[in-house]
């Protein structure tokens, strides 16, 4: 294993770090605001949007940790 092999490591581990508090954040903030404006409002879709995006890409960064 050589030195850069960690960094790649350290780089997986930081993103999915990131991505899955703002995943946490953005959960918060859909629940906040179905429960403000009811779970079919607007932005409230939206919100579930963004999550949805944020979840594929943490299982992305998930499943193919390992590959280079």
């Known amino acids: 294993m050589g030195m850069g092999d960690g960094n790649m490591k350290m780089k ?6 990131v991505t899955l508090m703002l995943i946490n954040i953005k959960k918060k ?3 906040l605001k179905a429960k403000r404006y009811g ?8 919100c ?7 979840l594929n890409q ?4 998930h499943l193919y940790k ?3």
């Not at 997986?12 to 770090?17: E, F, P």
């Not at 579930?48 to 944020?54: F, G, I, M, N, T």
């Not at 943490?58 to 960064?61: H, P, S, T």
């Open 29 to 31: 903030e859909m629940i």
């Open 58 to 61: 943490y299982q992305g960064i």
């Open 48 to 54: 579930s949007q963004q999550l949805d995006v944020l």
């Open 39 to 46: 779970r079919t409002h607007p932005t409230v879709v939206k």
């Open 66 to 68: 390992d590959v280079v």
């Open 12 to 17: 997986s581990l930081s993103k999915r770090s």
